[in-house]
């Protein structure tokens, strides 16, 4: 099962808005059930859920995260960059026939 | 409070086998599905298998289909992977990881490192 494509790093200075894409088809990203998710991680900790159903904010994750889908492409946004959006970060999405993938990961740098 | 405690990891030679567990709490655990995720070191994420909360139906990555299984003990909130045939290119932190709405994963554990060598 081959992954989302995301692209590898991504960066923007402090303040400033960054958005990370992940493309994948009709039977996952742009499938009807909007199974889209967005997870970020830091260096030798758990992954953490940021969005879910392609543009959910869980409880308690600042809304300077945003999620959209367009087609089969799954975009996140973060806005205002803060030194401790730098992290790496996953989409995921089911793929039908009880699969689930993740994209590759983004490496997000605050210059 | 959600808590996933994995343990069973550690180093194992190719070809052998290993059972990881996961104690899970803070929730029904019978009512949600379950997944194991893994990393290989300096790596992206992997899903490796999941289980359903209401069928308890079992599913897998094709890479392990066949060699892993998952399963539970609804009595005692536990979640397990038992790995066989390892190979090198299973070695990993393993996630054990809750689903909830729409495959999303809400709780992670902290991980449990697997390494497989001679």
């Known amino acids: 099962q081959s992954a989302l494509t995301q692209p590898p790093s991504a960066s923007g200075s402090p303040g400033q808005s960054v958005t990370i894409s992940c493309t994948g088809t009709?039977?996952?990203?742009?499938?009807?059930?909007?199974?889209v998710s967005w997870y970020q991680q830091h260096p030798r900790k758990a992954p953490k859920l940021i969005i879910s159903e392609v543009s959910k904010r869980p409880s308690g994750v600042p809304d300077r995260f945003s999620g959209s889908r367009s087609g089969n492409t799954a975009s996140l946004t973060v806005s205002g960059l803060q030194a401790e959006d730098e992290a790496d970060y996953y989409c995921?999405?089911?793929?039908?026939?009880?699969?689930?993938?993740f994209g590759g990961g983004t490496k997000l740098t605050v210059l | 409070e959600v808590q996933l405690l994995e343990s069973g990891g550690g180093l194992v030679q190719p070809g052998g086998s290993l059972r990881l567990s996961c104690a899970a709490s803070g929730f029904t655990f019978r009512n949600y599905g379950m997944t194991w995720v893994r990393q290989a070191p300096g790596k992206g994420l992997e899903w490796v298998a999941l289980i359903y909360g209401d069928s308890g139906g079992t599913f897998y990555e094709d890479s392990v289909r066949g060699r892993f299984t998952i399963s539970r003990d609804i009595s005692t909130s536990t979640l397990y992977l038992q790995l066989n045939s390892l190979r090198a290119e299973d070695t990993a932190v393993y996630y054990c990881?809750?689903?909830?709405?729409?495959?999303?994963?809400?709780?992670w554990g902290q991980g449990i490192l697997v390494t497989v060598a001679s």
């Open positions: 995921s999405s089911y793929r039908g026939n009880d699969i689930v993938v």
């Open positions: 990881a809750k689903f909830g709405n729409a495959y999303a994963i809400d709780y």
């Open positions: 009709s039977n996952d990203v742009g499938a009807a059930y909007k199974s």
